[in-house]
């Protein structure tokens, strides 16, 4: 109203995901990470729902993939120079509770947010 919309409807699918991808920007601003870092932790979340939306990963499977990426992504790092990772062991960790809580805890939720018979819709009716 205040915005002066008329006939608002609100996709359930894609409120979720600006939630989840909302919170876990400030999750990671909170965790005071560098611009690279925030970068990073961003292609990770990203990379972890597209395997469940496009690839239909399995959680085993996806776990699998976040590990692999967060290696790849620290070698990718000190071959380019660097003689650090781009996360510190405790940050890694940090970063692999957020997404066991934030999303593998609830997988198969988002497994049927993605993959679900059929689009939600609120409307302002």
């Known amino acids: 109203e205040f915005l002066n919309f008329s006939r608002l409807k609100t996709s359930w699918r894609k409120a979720i995901l600006i939630d989840y991808y909302s919170a876990g920007f400030l999750w990671a601003k909170e965790m005071d990470f560098s611009l690279i870092q925030l970068s990073v932790?961003?292609?990770?979340?990203?990379?972890i729902l597209e395997n469940i939306s496009d690839k239909h990963m399995t959680?085993?499977?996806?776990?699998?993939?976040?590990?692999?990426?967060?290696?790849?992504?620290?070698?990718?790092?000190?071959?380019?120079?660097?003689?650090l990772d781009f996360f510190s062991i405790e940050q890694a960790k940090a970063i692999i509770d957020y997404f066991v809580n934030s999303l593998f805890k609830y997988y198969r939720v988002y497994e049927y947010l993605f993959h679900g018979p059929r689009e939600l819709v609120l409307s302002d009716e």
């Open 41 to 47: 932790f961003m292609d990770l979340l990203n990379f």
């Open 59 to 83: 959680l085993g499977d996806n776990l699998k993939e976040l590990e692999r990426a967060m290696t790849e992504t620290g070698e990718t790092h000190s071959e380019q120079g660097g003689d």
